[in-house]
């Protein structure tokens, strides 16, 4: 039986795993070396020091060896004792998901939910932790993906900071596209990875945890030891010489390390920058092409994924692989309760150019049209996103190859 291959497409504009940087591409070819390789021990040191600097820590970072699920569930499992109530806010399918863990750790999980295209405020957890002064831990999804916005964590976590509870920050899909930091969003267990902002394959977790947040983990009985969902068995592994719990992913190290010097090299707030104004040009063109953004409201909405709602009557699905088919451009779905009514632009690393904001916009009003959408014009949208790109002149347009 012969199979005709499915060609790749043209450009991946997904919300993650994201197209990578030539350079992370390169770095994945490096050779392999035996992770007791004494050149290995130096450069597995120095990549936690990239990481290190990227967060603005004073304590050293810690590098879990999966994609960042693994980090979320670590984080959990590690942080979360037999008698805790947690709070778990709720924006979304992430954040929702998080409660599930926190169940099966906690003594009780009580939470606090907005529509899934709302964003929470700080004044609700305010008042969620005043009626419930017994909670230990707040988890909080920064940006929930599948729905496209964006929470206030520094102001959340400085409500959570001042009540003395332990918080616990999912930032997978927006750092190193927006300015957040885990020491300033007051975030004891941190959690990121490489394979969404930093436009690396999906295979590490990154974490900063707190002083607080390990004495936490010190404090729990039953936080995982010689397993891997242990945080606290990694903890001294940035350390040349200290020894690993087990083998570390070589070759996404590897690439990891060629992320951050892209990341450090740029310079985050240049980075910032383009993911803030290709997300800006992409809303602007969606909404002037005739498309209704997800959001409620533009302030909420996300720079690193763009969620566009899908009019009534429309098969996402089929929209989606009309636009594959037809343009060659992968977007992403919605996910769980978010699944065929939005589709996803990612503003993620590499794609995170304002260039890419008039193909996205292009590619999802053809595929409107074709859909038989009324009031579609690809041609205004294209022109409103093109003139935010001028406004902006030629400042925040990063250097580096166009990757499709
Ligand atoms: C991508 C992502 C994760 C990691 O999960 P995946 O298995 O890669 O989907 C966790 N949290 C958020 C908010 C994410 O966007």
């Given at each position: 039986m012969t199979r005709k291959p499915i060609a790749p497409p043209v450009m991946t504009l997904t919300t993650g795993p994201v197209d990578a940087y030539p350079e992370v591409l390169r770095a994945l070819s490096r050779p392999v070396l035996y992770d007791y390789d004494p050149a290995f021990l130096d450069f597995y040191e120095s990549v936690n020091a990239k990481v290190q600097r990227a967060f603005h820590t004073d304590t050293p970072p810690v590098i879990l060896q999966g994609e960042p699920v693994l980090g979320l569930e670590a984080a959990a499992a590690s942080v979360i004792a037999r008698g805790d109530v947690v709070l778990n806010l709720v924006s979304g399918v992430y954040g929702k998901g998080f409660g599930y863990w926190a169940a099966r750790y906690a003594g009780e999980v009580i939470e606090l939910e907005v529509p899934y295209n709302e964003a929470l405020t700080a004044g609700a957890v305010a008042e969620a932790l005043a009626a419930r002064p017994d909670v230990a831990v707040v988890s909080l999804c920064h940006h929930d993906t599948p729905s496209g916005t964006l929470n206030p964590v520094d102001e959340i976590g400085a409500v959570v900071r001042a009540g003395g509870k332990i918080f616990i920050v999912d930032s997978v899909s927006a750092f190193g596209g927006v300015k957040v930091l885990p020491e300033d969003c007051g975030a004891d267990i941190f959690i990121t990875g490489p394979n969404k902002c930093l436009g690396c394959p999906p295979g590490l977790s990154l974490l900063h945890v707190s002083d607080r947040g390990w004495a936490k983990i010190a404090a729990n009985p039953d936080a995982p030891k010689?397993?891997?969902?242990?945080?606290a068995d990694w903890r001294?592994?940035?350390?040349?010489?200290?020894?690993?719990?087990f083998t570390p992913s070589v070759s996404e190290i590897n690439a990891l390390d060629a992320a951050l010097d892209v990341y450090l090299a740029e310079g985050e707030e240049a980075v910032w920058a383009r993911h803030a104004l290709t997300a800006k040009a992409c809303r602007a063109g969606i909404v002037a092409a005739g498309m209704r953004l997800w959001p409620a409201r533009e302030e909420i909405a996300s720079p690193t994924c763009t969620a566009v709602a899908t009019p009534e009557g429309v098969d996402e699905a089929a929209l989606r692989a009309l636009i594959r088919a037809r343009y060659g451009v992968m977007l992403s779905s919605g996910r769980g309760e978010t699944l065929g009514r939005l589709t996803r632009i990612g503003h993620m690393g590499?794609?995170?150019?304002?260039t890419y904001a008039l193909v996205a916009v292009a590619a999802m009003a053809g595929g409107m049209r074709a859909m038989g959408v009324k009031g579609i014009d690809p041609g205004a949208g294209v022109a409103a996103a093109l003139s935010v790109i001028d406004a902006a002149g030629e400042t925040v347009l990063s250097p580096g190859a166009i990757v499709v």
């Open positions: 010689d397993s891997i969902l242990s945080i001294q592994a940035h350390l040349a010489g200290q020894g690993f719990p590499p794609t995170a150019k304002p």
